[in-house]
């Protein structure tokens, strides 16, 4: 099969000078009226701040529209794609050629398997199986995860018969968090592969998909990342809902007009993609940033930067936008959404030190930049706002009349309120034009019909269209808050996610978590209400999310009963899903759900792995060998295990039951002494655990007893 023609220099200067020029032309108009406005009522160093700020912010903004123009123009035909073209073909695959990894940290080990074994029968069903080998590389740093993740692996293992196919390894640290765990499977196992195609814990990608990266890989021989643009899957919530409804509407044109400018030197978002792993293995390694966290330090936001780094070697990455079969979940609440920001955020920031790295690209510079800018926008546009604010107390304090200059613009006579309307509304049509462009471009391709029909569709980019302007402002100050504490050294913790599938709405949270932009909201339309009526009802929008966010927080994470889903914001995935998405649901839902007693719920992990002789055996199995311990060592675990069986999980600390689960000795003995010694030798808890796990009696080995 012939590759796709690469493009040349010159075509990817004519793209970015035609997409810059937009650009610069839906900007500069907006930038002159503001900048007359200032001038006209006096100039002066706060309104210079002003100006500056308004000015970056409008080029953000748009940019963004400037995209979605280009990327409708696209999909209407016009101009040669030069993509990585998605069609099918016949090529066989080169046999054991890819590894499909993924990295899982403290996960809900039910859902990462399901997913991984959707993927895996997917494969099958496609006649593509033996092509590929599977790893699941577990950080996991909760006993009762870590032990639920080996038992799980083991049953599909047994139940699919994959035991030459479907590996696991848990590290016994987790050094520098994702990014290190892939390359420390690079370094043991990445000699032995071609590509390695990543996923998340949430990840689900059909078979033929996955099929059809590697054809693109083979017919791309100098491509080194494959990047597919997931769509949002397995929301319950509202706000899930709402989070995948406005990615699958938006998202196609959105990244067509991405695609056009970006072309090989795209940018790598982590996960559902594939990677050519000798180039990945030679150029990747991420370098440590001086300083602390939270700037210096690890990389935390490494998939930006191996792009960077593959594209300064010379080698391509794409965006495969038009390609199907390809799903991740999100989180399925406004807080939980904002936790995982912050780390992003952090990561992002970091950035910052390679904007002036030797050797990269400046395509691959412009990514790190609008990375990092898709966070400080929102600082800058708080500080755009708070500055309009003082400038209109600066005005009433002085009780004086403006005596307006004449125009920068030589005979301009339009009225100030006529110029800051036009400025208004000049902002929302940048805004929303890139809304009606995709419902336009859905109504050319007839595809309404798709999201269940005009009926559903319309109100539902209404909805979705209100429900942005609300959660906007509280982004907002999220994100303002966290930049000030990665300002002022305020590192974060690498926490688990919570996906879309079920939300709880937790009060104590919501009102501790939002109280602050609350009272921001009402103090800030207090103010605005003192100074000028006008300008309050033009604040209006910003400050309403705010004020509201506690109910709007508690009420977007509302979980409906199952089968209950609203018929507004769905998706063409939830009405007409594929058969891989048909299988997950499946698989979760025959899922037992038992929770373990509430008495042993803590410790069940730790309980299971030294009691049940099917788990204790794969525990075992799965640790790696050590040189025998010096004495202190042996003295040591010695020690834990007596306190263990005498006390109970409750007087071992985390680290030290981490320690002896790490610790292949002290499991065999663990195991043998509990089912050996008298009862009266062993602490209460662990006689009640004899007797519980007697009396629910074990389960066959291909499954833990939950």
Same mark, same amino acid.
Request: glycine fraction near 8%; proline fraction near 6%.
């Given at each position: 099969?012939?590759?796709?023609?690469?493009?040349?220099?010159?075509? /990817?200067?004519?793209?970015?000078?035609?997409?810059?020029?937009?650009?610069?032309?839906?900007?500069?108009?907006?930038?002159?009226?503001?900048?007359?406005?200032?001038?006209?009522?006096?100039?002066?160093?706060?309104?210079? *701040?002003?100006?500056?700020?308004?000015?970056?912010?409008?080029?953000?903004?748009? =940019?963004?529209?400037?995209?979605?123009?280009?990327?409708?123009?696209?999909?209407?035909?016009?101009?040669?794609?030069?993509?990585?073209?998605?069609?099918?073909?016949?090529?066989?695959?080169?046999?054991?050629?890819?590894?499909? &990894?993924?990295?899982?940290?403290?996960?809900?080990?039910?859902?990462?398997? *399901?997913?991984?074994?959707?993927?895996?029968?997917?494969?099958?069903?496609?006649?593509?199986?033996?092509?590929?080998?599977?790893?699941?590389?577990?950080?996991?740093?909760?006993?009762?995860?870590?032990?639920?993740?080996?038992?799980?692996?083991?049953?599909?293992?047994?139940?699919?018969?994959?035991?030459?196919?479907?590996?696991?390894?848990?590290?016994?640290?987790?050094?520098?968090?994702?990014?290190?765990?892939?390359?420390?499977?690079?370094?043991?196992?990445?000699?032995?592969?071609?590509?390695?195609?990543?996923?998340?814990?949430?990840?689900?990608?059909?078979?033929?998909?996955?099929?059809?990266?590697?054809?693109?890989?083979?017919?791309?021989?100098?491509?080194?990342?494959?990047?597919?643009?997931?769509?949002? &899957?397995?929301?319950?919530?509202?706000?899930?809902?709402?989070?995948?409804?406005?990615?699958?509407?938006?998202?196609? &044109? =959105?990244?067509?007009?991405?695609?056009?400018?970006?072309?090989?030197?795209?940018?790598?978002?982590?996960?559902?993609?594939?990677?050519?792993?000798?180039?990945?293995?030679?150029?990747?390694?991420?370098?440590?940033?001086?300083?602390?966290?939270?700037?210096?330090?690890?990389?935390?936001?490494?998939?930006?930067?191996?792009?960077?780094?593959?594209?300064?070697?010379?080698?391509?990455?794409?965006?495969?936008?038009?390609?199907?079969?390809?799903?991740?979940?999100?989180?399925?609440?406004?807080?939980?959404?904002?936790?995982?920001?912050?780390?992003?955020?952090?990561?992002?920031?970091?950035?910052?030190?390679?904007?002036?790295?030797?050797?990269?690209?400046?395509?691959?510079?412009?990514?790190?930049?609008?990375?990092?800018?898709?966070?400080?926008?929102?600082?800058?546009?708080?500080?755009?706002?708070?500055?309009?604010?003082?400038?209109?107390?600066?005005?009433?304090?002085?009780?004086?009349?403006?005596?307006?200059?004449?125009?920068?613009?030589?005979?301009?006579?339009?009225?100030?309120?006529?110029?800051?309307?036009?400025?208004?509304?000049?902002?929302?049509?940048?805004?929303?034009?890139? /809304?009606?462009?995709?419902?336009?471009?859905?109504?050319?391709?007839?595809?309404?019909?798709?999201?269940?029909?005009?009926?559903?569709?319309?109100?539902?980019? *209404?909805?979705?269209?209100?429900?942005?302007?609300?959660?906007?402002?509280?982004?907002?100050? =999220?994100?303002? /808050?966290?930049?000030?504490?990665?300002?002022?050294?305020?590192?974060?913790?690498?926490?688990?996610?919570?996906?879309?599938?079920?939300?709880?709405?937790?009060?104590?949270?919501?009102?501790?978590?939002?109280?602050?932009?609350?009272?921001?909201?009402?103090?800030?339309?207090?103010?605005?209400?003192?100074?000028?009526? &006008? =300008?309050?009802?033009?604040?209006?929008?910003?400050?309403?999310?705010?004020?509201?966010?506690?109910?709007?927080?508690?009420?977007?994470?509302?979980?409906?009963?199952?089968?209950?889903?609203?018929?507004?914001?769905?998706?063409?995935?939830?009405?007409?899903?594929?058969?891989?998405?048909?299988?997950?649901?499946?698989?979760?839902?025959?899922?037992?759900?038992?929770?373990?007693?509430?008495?042993?719920?803590?410790?069940?992990?730790?309980? @299971?792995?030294?009691?049940?002789?099917?788990?204790?055996?794969?525990?075992?199995?799965?640790?790696?060998?050590?040189?025998?311990?010096?004495?202190?060592?042996?003295?040591?675990?010695?020690?834990?295990?007596?306190?263990?069986?005498?006390?109970?999980?409750? *007087?071992?600390?985390?680290?030290?039951?981490?320690?002896?689960?790490?610790?292949?000795?002290?499991?065999?003995?663990?195991?043998?002494?509990?089912?050996?010694?008298?009862?009266?030798?062993?602490?209460?808890?662990?006689?009640?655990?004899?007797? @519980?796990?007697?009396?629910?009696?074990?389960?066959?080995?291909?499954?833990?007893?939950?």
């Amino acid at each position: 099969m012939k590759p796709t023609v690469q493009p040349s220099a010159g075509c /990817k200067l004519r793209r970015r000078l035609l997409v810059g020029t937009l650009a610069a032309l839906l900007t500069l108009p907006a930038i002159a009226l503001m900048a007359d406005l200032h001038w006209r009522t006096g100039p002066d160093a706060w309104k210079a *701040a002003h100006l500056a700020l308004f000015s970056v912010l409008s080029a953000l903004v748009a =940019f963004g529209c400037t995209q979605a123009l280009v990327g409708f123009a696209l999909r209407r035909g016009r101009g040669a794609p030069l993509r990585i073209d998605p069609a099918e073909t016949d090529e066989a695959l080169p046999p054991g050629a890819t590894a499909i &990894v993924m990295p899982v940290y403290n996960e809900e080990a039910g859902r990462v398997f *399901a997913g991984l074994r959707a993927i895996y029968e997917s494969l099958r069903d496609a006649d593509q199986l033996g092509a590929f080998h599977f790893y699941v590389l577990s950080d996991s740093t909760q006993p009762n995860r870590w032990v639920d993740e080996e038992a799980a692996w083991a049953a599909l293992v047994r139940e699919l018969g994959a035991a030459d196919r479907l590996f696991y390894r848990r590290r016994r640290l987790n050094t520098n968090k994702k990014a290190g765990n892939l390359a420390d499977f690079c370094r043991r196992w990445g000699g032995a592969y071609r590509y390695m195609v990543v996923l998340d814990a949430d990840s689900l990608m059909a078979g033929t998909t996955i099929a059809q990266l590697v054809r693109l890989m083979e017919r791309h021989p100098r491509a080194g990342i494959i990047q597919t643009a997931p769509r949002l &899957v397995r929301g319950r919530t509202p706000f899930a809902r709402w989070q995948q409804f406005a990615s699958r509407l938006y998202g196609p &044109v =959105f990244q067509a007009g991405l695609h056009y400018w970006q072309l090989d030197e795209s940018n790598y978002w982590g996960h559902n993609a594939i990677l050519r792993l000798a180039p990945f293995i030679e150029h990747c390694s991420l370098p440590e940033l001086p300083g602390r966290e939270p700037f210096g330090g690890r990389i935390l936001s490494h998939d930006y930067v191996e792009a960077a780094l593959l594209v300064r070697a010379g080698w391509g990455v794409w965006l495969a936008a038009e390609l199907e079969g390809s799903y991740e979940e999100c989180p399925a609440t406004l807080i939980d959404f904002a936790k995982r920001d912050r780390r992003w955020l952090q990561g992002n920031l970091q950035h910052c030190w390679l904007l002036a790295a030797q050797g990269l690209h400046p395509t691959s510079r412009l990514h790190l930049l609008l990375g990092i800018l898709a966070y400080a926008a929102s600082p800058l546009w708080l500080l755009f706002l708070l500055l309009s604010t003082l400038l209109l107390y600066r005005q009433q304090a002085t009780g004086l009349t403006f005596i307006a200059r004449d125009s920068l613009w030589g005979g301009w006579q339009v009225g100030f309120q006529a110029q800051a309307g036009a400025l208004l509304a000049g902002t929302f049509t940048l805004l929303f034009l890139p /809304k009606v462009l995709a419902l336009l471009d859905l109504a050319l391709r007839r595809g309404g019909e798709a999201f269940g029909g005009w009926r559903r569709l319309l109100p539902g980019a *209404a909805l979705e269209t209100v429900a942005s302007a609300l959660l906007a402002p509280i982004l907002m100050l =999220f994100h303002s /808050k966290f930049i000030l504490w990665t300002l002022l050294g305020r590192g974060v913790a690498w926490v688990t996610q919570h996906r879309g599938g079920d939300g709880a709405p937790d009060w104590r949270e919501a009102i501790l978590t939002h109280a602050g932009h609350t009272a921001t909201g009402l103090t800030w339309g207090a103010v605005a209400v003192a100074l000028d009526p &006008v =300008f309050f009802l033009w604040l209006l929008p910003v400050l309403l999310g705010p004020v509201l966010s506690i109910p709007l927080s508690i009420l977007s994470a509302a979980s409906p009963a199952a089968g209950a889903l609203p018929p507004l914001l769905a998706t063409p995935e939830e009405l007409r899903p594929l058969p891989v998405a048909q299988r997950l649901e499946a698989l979760v839902a025959g899922q037992e759900v038992g929770e373990p007693p509430r008495e042993f719920a803590a410790d069940y992990g730790l309980l @299971q792995a030294v009691l049940d002789p099917y788990v204790n055996a794969v525990h075992v199995s799965l640790l790696r060998e050590k040189a025998l311990p010096a004495d202190a060592d042996r003295d040591r675990f010695t020690a834990l295990r007596e306190r263990l069986i005498v006390a109970g999980p409750a *007087a071992l600390s985390q680290r030290d039951k981490l320690a002896l689960l790490s610790d292949a000795q002290s499991m065999i003995r663990l195991h043998r002494d509990l089912w050996s010694r008298p009862g009266w030798q062993l602490g209460d808890w662990w006689r009640q655990a004899l007797r @519980q796990y007697n009396y629910l009696a074990p389960a066959p080995p291909t499954a833990l007893h939950r």
